[in-house]
């Protein structure tokens, strides 16, 4: 079974703090991960892709990947009230592009 | 906006009706999806179309039937659905996959109750 594993929270970050969500994958031909987040009764907007092994930025956005560990992580700084949301880790598990899901993880922003 | 447009926003139908939903993407994309969102869970794959044919069908019951008429457009019949299938259904698009994955563009959904 392929799975990709995310920490339900909820995560519970102050207003202008760092918060950080992690995800692992059991899949090692799995290539590509991508972060959504998706507001209550909404559907997944994109946010985040990676490939490569690293960090990737946008604007305060930062994804990182290890395929060694099999780790996915993106980290939000300077957190707002409107990231408050559930972020959803997916990474590709075959070539027709199916999206293998984590179950999200709820992020609660106060201020 | 979202550049993959989905009609109707909510539909409420009986078990016996027969019904459908409607995607089109203008990103020039040529891979469609149909994933099914139910509350608190992650969304899940029914069909992917590739090229306006259907590539993988996840042993969706039949009284689903997915349409792909041009490369725009994604259709979801639905006929003699039961209460359980009440859900989000949600339209995504991207480029078919290749040696890096094309990220999926999902579109504002339909909100789905059978009654």
């Known amino acids: 079974q392929k799975e990709v594993e995310q920490n339900s929270g909820p995560l519970s970050v102050p207003e202008g703090a760092i918060a950080s969500l992690n995800c692992t994958y059991s899949d090692r031909g799995s290539q590509s991960f991508f972060w959504y987040r998706q507001y209550s009764g909404k559907s997944p907007e994109l946010i985040m892709f990676i490939y490569s092994n690293g960090d990737k930025e946008d604007g305060r956005f930062t994804a990182q990947l290890n395929k060694a560990s099999q780790y996915v992580s993106l980290l939000i700084r300077d957190s707002q009230p409107s990231d408050s949301a559930t972020y959803l880790c997916a990474g590709i598990t075959d070539s027709w592009g199916k999206l293998q899901f984590g179950a999200g993880t709820q992020v609660v922003v106060t201020p | 906006d979202t550049e993959v447009t989905q009609t109707p926003k909510h539909l409420v139908m009986g078990m016996t009706n027969k019904k459908s939903l409607k995607c089109e993407q203008h990103?020039?994309?040529?891979?469609m999806y149909w994933y099914k969102q139910k509350a608190k869970k992650p969304p899940e794959l029914m069909f992917v179309y590739s090229y306006e044919k259907l590539s993988i069908n996840e042993s969706v019951p039949s009284r689903f039937s997915p349409e792909c008429p041009n490369s725009s457009l994604l259709n979801l019949h639905l006929h003699a659905l039961q209460p359980e299938d009440s859900a989000l259904y949600l339209c995504a698009s991207s480029q078919p996959q290749g040696d890096y994955n094309s990220p999926l563009h999902f579109g504002n959904g339909t909100r789905l109750t059978v009654t």
């Open positions: 990103m020039g994309h040529r891979a």
